[in-house]
C-alpha cells in the first residue's frame, strides 16, 4: 500500500504516533459545536419529554420525529451538497451520532436511517439511483432500511437463501424471501435488500421501495429494549424490483453489507457514549440525592468507585473513538484523492480501519452495559422500578453487544484481520513480533525500564502491552497455522488485549495532548482517569495473555511467553482508591458529567 495514507489500519500495534497527529473531542470547532448543539436542543425538546410515548409505538410519532430531525437538516449532515445535503466530514457525522445517539429508540431509527438505511445507495448507487434517492433520503422525505438478516442467516449473513432472479420480459427482479429484524421497517419507504442471483454462491443488493407489489410486513416484534424502534419480519413474495435497481455489481452484495458494518459498528461506538453520558447524569444525580444512613450515597466509598469507573470507562472509550475516526476521516480523504469511485473508495476507507471499528463497537457497548447496569444499582431498588429513566437506559443498552455483528463475531474478527494484514505485510506484525522475542530471555524480573517522566512511564508500560500481544498473535499463529480459527477462546483473549491497549494509548495520547491547554487541577484529574486504566488494563492484559499461553503452549515456550507477560505487564502501584475518589468527587460536585 502507498506509504502516503497518514495511518493505516491496525498500525497501532507497531507504531507509536505523537499526540499532536491524534483528534480528541476537545478539538471540535465552533461550527461543530453548534451542529452538535442543535442535536442537544432536538432531544431536550422533541425526543426527551415524548419518550414513554415513543416506546408505546403512538402511530405516526417516530415518522414524525424523524421528519422534523430532516427539517433541521440532521438526516443531511454527511451527504454531499450535490445530493442536497451539508457534505460535513465524518468526524461531524460522529459527533452529532455521539449526541443524538442518547435518544433511546429515536437513536437506533436514526443511525439506522442515516447510516445502513441511506449509505448502501450512497456508496454504491450508479448515478441515477443516487439522484433518485439520496435528496429524499437526506431530508427525511424517505426513511431506510437495509435488510440483511434472516432466520435462518444471522451472524453467518452470507448464507442467506433470498432469491432473486430475472423475469422473462427482462424488466424486473423477482425477489423471494424472509427478512427478520428489520429495524425502521414499520415506517422506511427504501430497502437494501441482500439476496442471491439464481444459484450465484454471494449475494447481490436490490433497492426495494416500500410500495413495490409483493411485500408484506409482519407486526413489530416485543422487545426487551429500545421498545420504541420498529423492528419487523419482511416477506418478499415474488416482489418485483425494477431491473435498474440492483444496487453494485451482480454478487457484489456481500461486500457491501460488510463495508457498511464497518462503517456502522464504529458509528455505534459515537452512538453509546452519548448514552453512557446520559446514564452517568442519572446515577450522579441520584446519588446526590438519596440519604442512608443520614449521608448521601455519593459519599460512600463504594458507590465513588461506581462513578469513578462509570467516568473512566467513558472517557477512555471516547478517545478511541475520535482518534479512529480521525484516521478514518483521513483515510476517506487519502482515497477519494486517487480514486474514481468516490462511494466505492469511501467503503475502502472504512475497510481499511475494520480492526478500530470492530474494536470501538465491542468495547464501546460493553462500557455501556457496565454504565448502565451500575446506574441501576446506584438508585438500589428504584433502579428495578419502571419510573426511573434507568431502567429504560438499561434494557436499550444490551442491544448493543448484538446487532451490527455480535460481540463474538467483532471479537473474531479483530485477531482474524491483524493477522491477514501481517501475511500480506501490510503491517510487519511478525517482523516486531521476531524481535520481542528475542529480548525475552535477558528481561529480569523487578529491574524496569524506568521512564522518571509521567507520560514517559506511561509509554513504556503501553510499549509493553503491544510487546504481549505481538508475540502471542506470532506464536499462535505458528502454533495453529490454518487451525486458529477453532481456537476461538484464544483469539478473543488477544482481542481484548489489542482493545485495551488500544484505548489506554488513545487515552495516554488525549491527555498528553490536553496537557497544552487544561489548567493543571483538571490535567490531575486526566492523569487519574489514565492512571487508573492503566493499572487496570495491566491486570486484564496479564490475565488475558495468561489464559493463552496456559491454553496452547508448553515447555521451554511457555516460561518464555510466561516471563514475557509477566514483564509486560508489571505496572507501577498506584493508590487507586485515591485517584477513583477524586474522580468521582469531581462528578458529585459538578452533578453531571464534565470530563
Ligand atoms: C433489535 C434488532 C435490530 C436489528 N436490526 C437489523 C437490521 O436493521 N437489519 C438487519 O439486517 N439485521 C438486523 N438485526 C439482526 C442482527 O444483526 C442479528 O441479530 C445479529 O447479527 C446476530 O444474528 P442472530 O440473531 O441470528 O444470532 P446468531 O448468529 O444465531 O448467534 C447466536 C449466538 O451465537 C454466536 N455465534 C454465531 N456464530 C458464531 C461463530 N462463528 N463463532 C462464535 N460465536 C458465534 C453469536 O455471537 C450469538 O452469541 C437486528 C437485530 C435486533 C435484535
Same mark, same amino acid.
Given at each position: 500500500?502507498?506509504?502516503?495514507?497518514?495511518?493505516?489500519?491496525?498500525?497501532?500495534?507497531?507504531?507509536?504516533?505523537?499526540?499532536?497527529?491524534?483528534?480528541?473531542?476537545?478539538?471540535?470547532?465552533?461550527?461543530?459545536?453548534?451542529?452538535?448543539?442543535?442535536?442537544?436542543?432536538?432531544?431536550?425538546?422533541?425526543?426527551?419529554?415524548?419518550?414513554?410515548?415513543?416506546?408505546?409505538?403512538?402511530?405516526?410519532?417516530?415518522?414524525?420525529?424523524?421528519?422534523?430531525?430532516?427539517?433541521?437538516?440532521?438526516?443531511?449532515?454527511?451527504?454531499?451538497?450535490?445530493?442536497?445535503?451539508?457534505?460535513?466530514?465524518?468526524?461531524?457525522?460522529?459527533?452529532?451520532?455521539?449526541?443524538?445517539?442518547?435518544?433511546?429508540?429515536?437513536?437506533?431509527?436514526?443511525?439506522?436511517?442515516?447510516?445502513?438505511?441511506?449509505?448502501?445507495?450512497?456508496?454504491?448507487?450508479?448515478?441515477?439511483?443516487?439522484?433518485?434517492?439520496?435528496?429524499?433520503?437526506?431530508?427525511?422525505?424517505?426513511?431506510?432500511?437495509?435488510?440483511? %438478516?434472516?432466520?435462518?442467516?444471522?451472524?453467518?449473513?452470507?448464507?442467506?437463501?433470498?432469491?432473486?432472479?430475472?423475469?422473462?420480459?427482462?424488466?424486473?427482479?423477482?425477489?423471494?424471501?424472509?427478512?427478520?429484524?428489520?429495524?425502521?421497517?414499520?415506517?422506511?419507504?427504501?430497502?437494501?435488500?441482500?439476496?442471491?442471483?439464481?444459484?450465484?454462491?454471494?449475494?447481490?443488493?436490490?433497492?426495494?421501495?416500500?410500495?413495490?407489489?409483493?411485500?408484506?410486513?409482519?407486526?413489530?416484534?416485543?422487545?426487551?429494549?429500545?421498545?420504541?424502534?420498529?423492528?419487523?419480519?419482511?416477506?418478499?413474495?415474488?416482489?418485483?424490483?425494477?431491473?435498474?435497481?440492483?444496487?453494485?455489481?451482480?454478487?457484489?452484495?456481500?461486500?457491501?453489507?460488510?463495508?457498511?458494518?464497518?462503517?456502522?459498528?464504529?458509528?455505534?461506538?459515537?452512538?453509546?457514549?452519548?448514552?453512557?453520558?446520559?446514564?452517568?447524569?442519572?446515577?450522579?444525580?441520584?446519588?446526590?440525592?438519596?440519604?442512608?444512613?443520614?449521608?448521601?450515597?455519593?459519599?460512600?466509598?463504594?458507590?465513588?468507585?461506581?462513578?469513578?469507573?462509570?467516568?473512566?470507562? %467513558?472517557?477512555?472509550?471516547?478517545?478511541?473513538?475520535?482518534?479512529?475516526?480521525?484516521?478514518?476521516?483521513?483515510?476517506?480523504?487519502?482515497?477519494?484523492?486517487?480514486?474514481?469511485?468516490?462511494?466505492?473508495? %469511501?467503503?475502502?476507507?472504512?475497510?481499511?480501519?475494520?480492526?478500530?471499528?470492530?474494536?470501538?463497537?465491542?468495547?464501546?457497548?460493553?462500557?455501556?452495559?457496565?454504565?448502565?447496569?451500575?446506574?441501576?444499582?446506584?438508585?438500589?431498588?428504584?433502579?428495578?422500578?419502571?419510573?426511573?429513566?434507568?431502567?429504560?437506559?438499561?434494557?436499550?443498552?444490551?442491544?448493543?453487544?448484538?446487532?451490527?455483528?455480535?460481540?463474538?463475531?467483532?471479537?473474531?474478527?479483530? %485477531?482474524?484481520?491483524?493477522?491477514?494484514?501481517?501475511?500480506?505485510?501490510?503491517?510487519?506484525?511478525?517482523?516486531?513480533?521476531?524481535?520481542?522475542?528475542?529480548?525475552?530471555?535477558?528481561?529480569?524480573?523487578?529491574?524496569?525500564?524506568?521512564?522518571?517522566?509521567?507520560?514517559?512511564?506511561?509509554?513504556?508500560?503501553?510499549?509493553?502491552?503491544?510487546?504481549?500481544?505481538?508475540?502471542?498473535?506470532?506464536?499462535?499463529?505458528?502454533?495453529?497455522?490454518?487451525?486458529?480459527?477453532?481456537?476461538?477462546?484464544?483469539?478473543?483473549?488477544?482481542?481484548?488485549?489489542?482493545?485495551?491497549?488500544?484505548?489506554?494509548?488513545?487515552?495516554?495520547?488525549?491527555?498528553?495532548?490536553?496537557?497544552?491547554?487544561?489548567?493543571?487541577?483538571?490535567?490531575?484529574?486526566?492523569?487519574?482517569?489514565?492512571?487508573?486504566?492503566?493499572?487496570?488494563?495491566?491486570?486484564?492484559?496479564?490475565?488475558?495473555?495468561?489464559?493463552?499461553?496456559?491454553?496452547?503452549?508448553?515447555?521451554?515456550?511457555?516460561?518464555?511467553?510466561?516471563?514475557?507477560?509477566?514483564?509486560?505487564?508489571?505496572?507501577?502501584?498506584?493508590?487507586?482508591?485515591?485517584?477513583?475518589?477524586?474522580?468521582?468527587?469531581?462528578?458529585?460536585?459538578?452533578?453531571?458529567?464534565?470530563?
Amino acid at each position: 500500500m502507498d506509504q502516503s495514507i497518514p495511518v493505516k489500519g491496525g498500525e497501532f500495534l507497531v507504531r507509536e504516533i505523537p499526540p499532536e497527529n491524534i483528534f480528541i473531542r476537545e478539538d471540535f470547532s465552533e461550527e461543530q459545536k453548534l451542529i452538535g448543539q442543535t442535536c442537544q436542543d432536538f432531544l431536550d425538546t422533541e425526543i426527551f419529554p415524548v419518550l414513554d410515548r415513543i416506546d408505546s409505538h403512538e402511530e405516526g410519532l417516530m415518522r414524525q420525529l424523524l421528519d422534523k430531525t430532516g427539517e433541521l437538516g440532521l438526516l443531511a449532515i454527511s451527504i454531499p451538497e450535490e445530493f442536497g445535503g451539508f457534505g460535513q466530514s465524518f468526524l461531524t457525522s460522529m459527533y452529532a451520532s455521539e449526541i443524538l445517539g442518547a435518544g433511546f429508540s429515536y437513536a437506533v431509527a436514526y443511525s439506522c436511517h442515516t447510516g445502513i438505511g441511506t449509505l448502501p445507495i450512497l456508496y454504491y448507487g450508479n448515478e441515477e439511483q443516487k439522484q433518485k434517492y439520496i435528496p429524499k433520503l437526506a431530508t427525511g422525505e424517505m426513511i431506510g432500511a437495509y435488510c440483511l %438478516t434472516e432466520p435462518g442467516a444471522g451472524s453467518d449473513a452470507n448464507s442467506g437463501t433470498s432469491k432473486a432472479t430475472l423475469s422473462a420480459d427482462g424488466k424486473c427482479w423477482i425477489l423471494n424471501g424472509q427478512k427478520m429484524w428489520i429495524t425502521n421497517a414499520g415506517y422506511a419507504d427504501v430497502f437494501t435488500v441482500f439476496a442471491k442471483i439464481d444459484n450465484d454462491r454471494v449475494q447481490s443488493a436490490f433497492i426495494v421501495e416500500r410500495n413495490f407489489p409483493g411485500i408484506v410486513f409482519n407486526p413489530e416484534e416485543n422487545k426487551m429494549g429500545i421498545k420504541g424502534s420498529s423492528t419487523r419480519q419482511i416477506f418478499f413474495n415474488d416482489c418485483q424490483v425494477p431491473v435498474e435497481n440492483l444496487l453494485g455489481k451482480r454478487g457484489e452484495g456481500f461486500r457491501i453489507a460488510l463495508n457498511i458494518l464497518h462503517m456502522g459498528r464504529i458509528k455505534l461506538g459515537a452512538n453509546v457514549i452519548g448514552s453512557a453520558k446520559t446514564a452517568i447524569n442519572y446515577s450522579v444525580k441520584y446519588a446526590n440525592e438519596r440519604k442512608q444512613f443520614n449521608c448521601l450515597i455519593s459519599q460512600f466509598g463504594a458507590i465513588k468507585f461506581k462513578l469513578a469507573e462509570q467516568v473512566i470507562r %467513558t472517557f477512555v472509550t471516547e478517545s478511541a473513538v475520535y482518534r479512529a475516526s480521525k484516521d478514518i476521516e483521513e483515510a476517506i480523504k487519502y482515497f477519494t484523492g486517487i480514486g474514481e469511485d468516490k462511494g466505492r473508495d %469511501t467503503m475502502e476507507a472504512f475497510n481499511q480501519f475494520a480492526i478500530e471499528s470492530a474494536a470501538m463497537k465491542v468495547f464501546a457497548s460493553e462500557m455501556l452495559d457496565y454504565v448502565v447496569d451500575e446506574a441501576v444499582q446506584i438508585h438500589g431498588g428504584m433502579g428495578y422500578s419502571s419510573e426511573m429513566p434507568v431502567d429504560r437506559a438499561y434494557r436499550d443498552s444490551r442491544i448493543n453487544r448484538i446487532f451490527e455483528g455480535t460481540n463474538e463475531i467483532n471479537r473474531l474478527l479483530i %485477531t482474524d484481520t491483524v493477522l491477514k494484514r501481517a501475511a500480506k505485510k501490510e503491517i510487519p506484525v511478525m517482523e516486531e513480533a521476531q524481535k520481542i522475542m528475542a529480548e525475552i530471555p535477558g528481561l529480569k524480573a523487578g529491574v524496569k525500564e524506568t521512564a522518571q517522566d509521567y507520560y514517559k512511564s506511561k509509554e513504556v508500560s503501553i510499549r509493553n502491552f503491544k510487546k504481549a500481544a505481538l508475540v502471542l498473535l506470532k506464536t499462535v499463529s505458528e502454533k495453529y497455522t490454518k487451525t486458529l480459527v477453532m481456537e476461538q477462546e484464544i483469539i478473543n483473549n488477544i482481542s481484548d488485549m489489542i482493545m485495551l491497549l488500544y484505548a489506554a494509548e488513545s487515552t495516554l495520547l488525549r491527555i498528553k495532548k490536553l496537557e497544552k491547554t487544561k489548567n493543571a487541577e483538571s490535567q490531575k484529574i486526566y492523569r487519574d482517569i489514565l492512571d487508573v486504566f492503566v493499572y487496570d488494563a495491566a491486570a486484564l492484559i496479564r490475565k488475558f495473555g495468561s489464559d493463552a499461553i496456559n491454553s496452547f503452549a508448553f515447555g521451554e515456550t511457555k516460561d518464555l511467553l510466561k516471563k514475557g507477560i509477566d514483564y509486560w505487564t508489571d505496572v507501577e502501584g498506584i493508590n487507586i482508591r485515591d485517584a477513583r475518589r477524586r474522580i468521582a468527587d469531581t462528578l458529585i460536585s459538578e452533578n453531571k458529567y464534565c470530563f
